[in-house]
């Protein structure tokens, strides 16, 4: 009888850490979403409907997801924040399977100065094999790694064209290959060229639920 009681007591334990683990994300395989700082217009709308979708789609896919800017600091919307921002230069990307970069709607050419600390975690996670996803804007970071040459790319516009309401064309996609605004892969890079604040100007399409689940799929089973 009292084996049995030590038997079951073990088991009780090992189900109680099993679901500890899980909820502190220790058995979860991780991915690494890097958002770029800076001014945002449609910063709410952009954490509700880019990195909160990205986020549900990934956990629910069993994956842990964490934030991590230069800064480390809180993303502080009117009405939606991201509270736990961890900062770029404390993240040992050997614990991640993916990178993901959200568009955050930070503007036009030029935009806010990109990071080059997320520059150098993007190249050190494509020579490893792992996929990086980038939505819109989020390719920039991209393509000032050099990444994009000889790559296809999406974009919501061809960045090496003028438009009319563009005052220049951004050298920073030179040498990739544009390849519209849906949802574009060559490798493990996944970009997009839609998300959901220029879904809200321009009526297209928005990338963000077929980018996410293209990089979960490239990511793999474990």
Same mark, same amino acid.
């Given at each position: 009888? +009292? ?5 079951a =007591? ?23 979403? @890097?958002?770029?700082? %800076? ?12 990195? #909160? ?53 930070? #503007? ?13 975690m993007?190249?050190? =996670?494509?020579n490893? %094999? ?7 804007? #989020? ?13 296809? &790319?999406?974009?919501? +516009? ?14 920073? &996609? ?15 890079? /996944?970009?997009? %060229? ?5 879904? +809200? ?14 990089? @979960?799929?490239? /990511?793999?089973?474990?």
């Amino acid at each position: 009888m +009292r084996k049995f009681i030590f038997f079951a =007591a073990m088991v009780i334990l090992a189900v109680t850490l099993s679901f500890s683990s899980q909820a502190f994300g220790q058995s979860a395989r991780k991915v690494l979403m @890097i958002p770029r700082e %800076g001014y945002s217009a449609d910063l709410d709308l952009m954490l509700k409907m880019e990195v #909160g979708v990205m986020t549900l789609l990934l956990k629910n896919a069993g994956f842990q997801v964490d934030v991590a800017t230069d800064s480390g600091q809180p993303i502080l919307g009117q009405t939606e924040k991201i509270e736990k921002v961890m900062r770029l230069s404390e993240i040992n990307l050997d614990d991640y399977v993916g990178i993901i970069l959200p568009c955050m709607a930070v #503007g036009w050419y030029p935009g806010p100065p990109v990071s080059y600390e997320a520059v150098a975690m993007v190249k050190k =996670a494509l020579n490893g %094999g792992k996929p990086v996803a980038a939505a819109s804007n #989020g390719s920039v970071v991209l393509a000032v790694a050099g990444l994009l040459k000889e790559k296809k &790319y999406a974009y919501f +516009r061809d960045p090496l064209k003028m438009h009319k309401d563009w005052k220049r064309i951004d050298l920073r &996609y030179e040498g990739g290959i544009y390849s519209g605004d849906g949802v574009v892969q060559d490798g493990k890079i /996944i970009t997009s %060229g839609v998300c959901p604040a220029l879904e +809200r100007s321009y009526g297209k399409q928005s990338g963000t639920v077929p980018l996410t689940k293209a990089f @979960i799929a490239a /990511i793999g089973p474990k």
